[in-house]
């Protein structure tokens, strides 16, 4: 039912409108300096590949953007870790006297803490620190970009919390053994550091996408679930009309289930615009670029390529394809942004009502 109502909502945003010849394609200007623009329109020809690709494979191009995401930014955090813990341990190393942890014992001849560090508690408030920094940039950019969460910030911070407090206790027990191997083996501190990073960089990826799988959940679930609570809430209250206290469990439960929807169309009509707007600009971009290489071959300062030929057709195909790109985002985002402007107004007006009370 949420999939039926998102596509009629982005039906409505698209139809009623016929391709014009007058539409104009209009290109955001590249930067001035060249080396940006160089990125930039990399960056436009991606996003054509992938909005063109999203457009026809939806589930898969969800599953390839979490997983994208979320392995760029925790494989991003873990060399921040690295990058610390290469410097921050000289700053406590007057805090070094002796093995620092718990459960000391020897393991090949060389002394082992499970939870802690053999080098000394310098060593130990270094690698915490680099971890927790390393967590408060992982938890926005995954919690904002990866998964796109309206949920509870406070709920889901608290969750990610206890799951570092985990990822922590479990690398220092492993960290502890190891370290006893690769001091028995004589390995560098360079290397032991690579290998102590890459260690508590595996898992907290595996604890974090099972963590991040409660604290983010999908929208659509999320809603139904909403929803499945309301209908048990109403159930009982029709058992029992006359119970105030099922009737303000009831009502308790059917704002929450409002807020579900809202969540959920506010998610797909935030991601509709982006889409919109991105295909457009990318599609206009290939236009131009088609058009102008056409030119330089027709006037002799390029040669035409065997394998993938520019003809007019083509640059005419790619001139229609961005037309009715810039006609479904002139339409549509008007339409999508007029869905955010309704939710934000029902918003508003049951905080301005709950405070009014």
């Known amino acids: 039912m949420n999939d039926e109502n998102r596509e009629d909502e982005t039906e409505q945003g698209e139809k009623t409108i016929e391709p014009h010849e007058d539409v104009k394609l209009e290109l955001k200007p590249l930067s001035q300096n060249s080396f940006a623009a160089f990125w930039q329109r990399l960056y436009r020809a991606w996003l054509g590949v992938w909005y063109g690709f999203t457009a026809k494979h939806e589930k898969a191009g969800k599953i390839i953007y979490l997983i994208v995401f979320f392995l760029a930014f925790s494989i991003g955090v873990t060399i921040w870790q690295y990058i610390v813990m290469a410097f921050l341990p000289l700053a406590f190393e007057s805090m070094n006297n002796g093995a620092f942890g718990w459960t000391p014992f020897e393991l090949l001849g060389e002394g082992c803490t ?54 922590s206790f479990i690398c220092g027990a492993l960290w502890g053994l190891c370290h006893c191997v690769c001091d028995y083996w004589g390995l560098h501190n360079f290397i032991q550091a ?27 679930k999320f809603e139904k679930a909403k929803k499945e609570k309301l209908e ?97 985002r002139d339409r549509g985002v008007p339409f999508q942004q007029a869905i955010l402007d309704e939710i934000k107004a029902a918003r508003e007006a049951r905080a301005s009502e709950s405070a009014g009370h």
């Open 114 to 167: 499970l939870i802690g560090d053999e080098r000394g508690l310098g060593y130990f408030i270094a690698y915490e620190i680099a971890v927790f920094t390393a967590q408060c940039i992982n938890f926005p950019l995954q919690r904002n970009i990866t998964y796109r969460s309206h949920g509870n910030p406070w709920f889901q911070a608290m969750w990610y919390f206890i799951a570092w407090v985990i990822i």
């Open 194 to 220: 690579i290998i102590e990073t890459i260690i508590t960089g595996i898992i907290s990826m595996i604890v974090f996408f099972f963590i991040f799988l409660l604290i983010f959940p999908n929208v659509d």
């Open 232 to 328: 048990k809430k109403r159930a009982a209250l029709d058992a029992d009309s006359e119970n105030r206290r099922k009737q303000a469990a009831c009502e308790k439960a059917g704002l929450v289930a409002i807020k579900a929807e809202e969540t959920r169309r506010v998610f797909y009509a935030e991601g509709e615009i982006r889409n919109l707007k991105s295909l457009a600009e990318a599609k206009i971009a290939t236009y131009y670029s088609l058009e102008r290489e056409f030119k330089q071959i027709e006037s002799g300062e390029k040669k035409q390529s065997e394998k993938k030929p520019v003809t007019a057709e083509t640059v005419e195909k790619a001139r229609r394809e961005a037309v009715e790109a810039v006609i479904k």
